[in-house]
């Protein structure tokens, strides 16, 4: 039988994975940026970049001293006993210095920082249930410098899709050099305010070379993409070809009068690591294999 | 071939750094962001001595991971941070403390470009999230100082050899390659309306 103590060791080799390796597609996405760059000051900046992704893995250390907050996806059997709430948070604070992580988390008004990433609603964690009988937790360790520059619109429904179009391409252009581009971007349409946001972040959980079932959405994701992609802000705000690695949509259905659209901007060092749990004791880590 | 310059930085030294120049830097760093700067200004105003000599230094926007190895601090991973956050305090933390450079990501606004050519100091772009690049730059680690503002926000004092690549990204002239870029990107802007039909 799974234990708690196994939720809290898969929790910490989870979280070095992912804060030393990208996933295979972000860091595909970013070589083949690198390939394309003429320009001589955005290659230096990917050469940085790509030399980073190399040295990180070599040494395994966190590829970004920005280890982020750590948003937590957990999906469990429906006849699950064991306190993973409990194992995830055991396991963030022993990842805090066994990684080691930085000490991110602070009180929102005091500021004080307790040292071990643990606090009130920290580390956060999204529940769903299933009919498989393992565990699967997904970690995506959420640097600051892109989160500040995430984004909330409720757009009237006349507004539509050019209203859609228009507030992506409009955050973009504020966000600017600040997000460490070349960027990921998430958007949620649809739902509610929150519903909006939450599905802008669970968009940055699909690999970029996958796009969005619905052809008329894969369609708008491609579009956004490679207008992104015609501004030049590039690499670091620097100028160059790349400025948005990839961009994925979800969508929810909405209240007749509501348009919510938000947001989710991701720097290129795009964490998310996923670990199985299996009730024969069995882990196993799919997106960071080998 | 890159340039390379040694800490305190002279004011000549700053002066003939030309925008989009690369350089690698030695010496010694200190780390600073939003709460070293809000703290400096503050000790300032009430007359208390800050613990460091920012006069020429390099200031580093950075909140890095550290290590204790054998009683002394590691510097793990030390990439830059978003240098917008620092927008509001930096022109006045130049005039009163007179860094010669400011290492950071994603550039900084015109007060700070004009106080930069005033008191002379440039600002060094390092590519964001490449913080085990720059960690390879940190030979050693002399000291922290206002530890209890939690470990990315206090002043670690680094020893920099061959620190980089950077680049000159606004000169102490009023030049800034974000300032020239973003006309062209008011340029491409048009074209990427033009792709979404948006008007």
């Keep these: 039988m799974v234990t708690e103590t196994d939720i809290q060791n898969a929790t910490v080799e989870l979280l070095r994975k992912t804060v030393v390796k990208l996933p295979a597609d972000v860091e595909e996405a970013i070589r083949k940026a690198y390939a394309a760059e003429t320009d001589e000051v955005p290659k230096m900046q ?128 504020r966000a600017g050099s600040n997000p460490c581009p070349p960027t990921i971007l998430g958007v949620g349409i649809g739902g509610s305010s929150d519903i909006a946001m939450k599905l802008a972040k669970e968009a940055l959980l699909r690999p970029l070379n996958q796009r969005h079932s619905d052809p008329e959405i894969a369609k708008l994701e491609k579009e956004l993409l490679e207008a992104i992609n015609i501004l030049g802000i590039g690499p670091m705000g620097l100028g160059g070809k790349t400025t948005c690695l990839g961009l994925n949509i979800e969508y929810a259905f909405c209240h007749t009068a509501s348009l919510p659209v938000g947001l989710n901007v991701q720097c290129w060092a795009g964490r998310r690591g996923t670990v199985r749990i299996h009730p024969n004791g069995k882990v196993e880590y799919p997106t960071h294999e080998g | 071939m890159a340039k390379r310059l040694k800490t305190p930085l002279s004011e000549n030294d700053v002066r003939s750094l030309k925008l ?135 002043i670690w004092i680094m020893n920099a050899e061959n620190f980089g690549p950077l680049t000159v990204a606004i000169d102490a002239h009023g030049n800034s390659l974000y300032a020239d870029l973003s006309v062209k990107i008011k340029e491409n802007e048009k074209k990427a309306r033009e792709m979404l039909g948006l008007k």
């Design chain 1, 46 to 173: 990917l050469k940085a970049i790509v030399d980073n992704i190399d040295m990180a893995v070599k040494g395994n250390t966190p590829m970004c001293q920005d280890t982020g907050v750590t948003i937590f996806y957990a999906t469990v059997p429906k006849d699950c006993k064991v306190d993973i709430a409990k194992g995830i948070v055991e396991g963030v604070r022993r990842a805090t210095k066994e990684v080691p992580l930085r000490p991110n988390a602070v009180h929102p008004i005091t500021r004080k920082n307790p040292g071990d990433n643990v606090g009130e609603r920290h580390p956060y964690i999204n529940w769903k249930m299933w009919d498989k009988d393992y565990i699967e937790i997904t970690v995506m360790t959420k640097g600051a410098g892109s989160e500040n520059m995430s984004q909330l619109a409720m757009l009237t429904p006349s507004q539509g899709l050019k209203g859609i179009k228009e507030f992506v391409l409009n955050a973009v252009l």
């Design chain 2, 20 to 154: 989009g120049e690369t350089i690698f830097l030695d010496g010694v760093i200190f780390t600073g962001r939003d709460e070293v700067h809000i703290h400096a200004l503050e000790y300032l105003e009430k007359g208390k001595k800050i613990p460091v000599d920012f006069n020429g230094s390099a200031l580093f926007h950075c909140g890095p991971i550290m290590k204790k190895v054998n009683d002394k601090w590691v510097a793990v991973a030390c990439g830059p941070t978003t240098s917008s956050r620092m927008n509001s305090l930096e022109p006045q933390f130049i005039e009163k403390f007179r860094p010669g450079a400011i290492i950071g990501k994603g550039g900084m606004s015109q007060p700070t470009v004009d106080a930069m050519k005033k008191h002379g100091c440039v600002y060094l772009a390092f590519t964001g999230g490449a913080a085990v690049l720059a960690a390879k730059g940190v030979k050693s680690v002399s000291g922290v100082e206002w530890f209890e503002l939690g470990m990315p926000e206090a």
